[in-house]
């Protein structure tokens, strides 16, 4: 059955020292979670797990998304509004233009701040709750929880403030 094991650290070169003490006993990337109150480095990661985040594929397919979308209001709501132009367009290209940009834009934002939500799971909608050492993030320890084994060593978290289990 497996458990997790959090572990409170003081510094963050602790935190890459127990990741690689992780890595050495076989955990992978997708059993081990990083809390911190504040931004960490790269270089607290050790070399092989580089830190992944979906931010600037969202944005993008976000700006696409609105830009097409703005851009597809403006052509269909010109082509079914019955005003007689004599043939001209109802809704000239650079006005076009100026609507696709706002479009882009907001898609851009509107995905961004979402994708930040997910990946940080402020909403709380799937989290199971908070953890037991997480009042530790008030005073700028980095927590590190790791899913193993109820039998698993624990000497990674040697230089931890605080251990508990779940």
Do not use: N
Request: hydrophobic fraction near 45%.
């Amino acid at each position: 059955m497996s458990k997790r094991t959090h572990a409170a650290f003081v510094s963050p070169y602790d935190v890459r020292e127990a990741l690689e003490r992780l890595e050495q006993d076989g955990f992978s990337t997708g059993d081990v979670e990083i809390r911190s109150s504040a931004p960490l480095d790269h270089d607290v990661f050790p070399e092989r797990h580089a830190v992944h985040s979906r931010m600037p594929w969202m944005a993008l397919t976000g700006a696409a998304l609105g830009g097409l979308g703005l851009f597809s209001l403006v052509a269909w709501s010109s082509s079914v509004y019955p005003l007689p132009t004599g043939g001209m367009p109802i809704v000239a290209i650079p006005t076009t233009g100026v609507i696709t940009f706002e479009g882009i834009a907001i898609g851009a934002i509107l995905c961004t701040v979402a994708t930040v939500l997910y990946e940080c799971g402020l909403p709380g909608l799937w989290s199971a709750g908070t953890g037991p050492l997480d009042h530790h993030l008030a005073d700028d320890h980095v927590l590190v929880s790791v899913t193993c084994d109820e039998g698993a060593s624990t000497e990674w978290a040697a230089k931890a403030l605080e251990t508990a289990r779940e």
